[in-house]
T-cell receptor
Framework: EAGVAQSPRYKIIEKRQSVAFWCNPISGHATLYWYQQILGQGPKLLIQFQNNGVVDDSQLPKDRFSAERLKGVDSTLKIQPAKLEDSAVYLC???????????????FGPGTRLTVT | DQQVKQNSPSLSVQEGRISILNCDYTNSMFDYFLWYKKYPAEGPTFLISISSIKDKNEDGRFTVFLNKSAKHLSLHIVPSQPGDSAVYFCAARDSGTYKYIFGTGTRLKVLA
């Protein structure tokens, strides 16, 4: 079974530029998560999708971050304009279906390391 | 407001000995607790979990213990191996929102 795919793996941009990350979850997984992991901290949830609907985006800085999951499969996360404090690893994860009690396992992609200079 | 805390940033253990990683939480609405292992430049990988209605779950060398009254869980690795050297994250799922809250991680180093 193929895992969660993310691209690019690394990105360096200047502040005020824009950037986009792509995620392809495990086939058939209904729930998709984007996390931000700042160095020395645990992953922090930015947004959670169930199919192509947003379940939780309470910690997404909506003035600069946006995310979409068209057709309930792939997802993109965009930052525009980037700030220095956005430097972090952006992790995508998927799980089968949050409505199914047993499907609590999340599977993570390798992440995208973003450096904003 | 840190709902999931891992108070030890690092831990060193001799190969063959037991590694004990600890995690404390504050939210009574968590229904599942999970441990993830993370190697450099990779995403976290699921290791073991425990439901809030259980007090122990074992999988090979890994055992997780849950003490609900103390709001504390621990991961035991016996015997520890050099390949276990990684950062371990404790995570908890909120039963109302299905949101996962992660701790800050503990870096385990197993010395050969």
């Amino acid at each position: 079974e193929a895992g969660v795919a993310q691209s690019p793996r690394y990105k360096i941009i200047e502040k005020r530029q824009s950037v986009a990350f792509w995620c392809n979850p495990i086939s058939g997984h209904a729930t998709l998560y984007w996390y931000q992991q700042i160095l020395g901290q645990g992953p922090k949830l930015l947004i959670q999708f169930q199919n192509n609907g947003v379940v939780d985006d309470s910690q997404l800085p909506k003035d600069r971050f946006s995310a979409e999951r068209l057709k309930g499969v792939d997802s993109t996360l965009k930052i525009q304009p980037a700030k220095l404090e956005d430097s972090a690893v952006y992790l995508c994860a998927s799980s089968s279906n949050i409505a199914v009690l047993s499907s609590y396992e999340q599977y993570f992609g390798p992440g995208t390391r973003l450096t904003v200079t | 407001d840190q709902q999931v805390k891992q108070n030890s940033p690092s831990l060193s253990v001799q190969e063959g000995r037991i590694s004990i990683l600890n995690c404390d939480y504050t939210n009574s609405m968590f229904d599942y607790f999970l441990w993830y292992k993370k190697y450099p430049a990779e995403g976290p990988t699921f290791l073991i979990s425990i439901s809030s209605i259980k007090d122990k779950n074992e999988d090979g060398r890994f055992t997780v213990f849950l003490n609900k009254s103390a709001k504390h869980l621990s991961l035991h690795i016996v015997p520890s191996q050099p390949g276990d050297s990684a950062v371990y994250f404790c995570a908890a799922r909120d039963s109302g929102t299905y949101k996962y809250i992660f701790g800050t991680g503990t870096r385990l180093k197993v010395l050969a």
